[in-house]
Nanobody
């Protein structure tokens, strides 16, 4: 059974940085495309970033481009989201997701496995 467990969320002031992590078990991690999504209060789920199996390809959503960076460590079965220059609008529950069917993906419905989420709150 594939399990994704996020960690590292918390409260941070605007302009600060935070790194969230996602540990994966139950699958050959290097065969999984990973993604980060978020859902803010009263908002729809939003694509944040995706990274390919090998880490060679990575893409971010327009709202976080230049501030957030996705990375992975296939030796640790983990994916990370480094978030810099945080703004209050980044406040959301952040979810990691995995799929073995696409090299990279911006679309939540293309992911098969999801974590439980970690709360990130940015104060002004």
């Amino acid at each position: 059974q594939v399990q994704l467990v996020e960690s590292g969320g918390g409260l941070v002031q605007a302009g600060g940085s935070l790194r969230v992590s996602c540990a994966v078990s139950g699958y050959i991690f290097s065969m999984l495309t990973m993604g980060w999504f978020r859902q803010g209060p009263g908002k729809e789920r939003e694509f944040v970033a995706t990274i390919s199996w090998s880490g060679e390809s990575a893409y971010s959503g327009d709202s976080v481009k230049g501030r957030f960076t996705i990375s992975r460590d296939n030796t640790k079965n983990a994916v990370y989201l480094q978030m810099n220059s945080l703004i209050p609008e980044d406040t959301a529950v952040y979810y990691c997701a995995a799929t073995a069917n696409y090299r990279t993906s911006y679309f939540g419905h293309e992911y098969d496995y999801w974590g439980q989420g970690t709360q990130v709150t940015v104060s002004s």
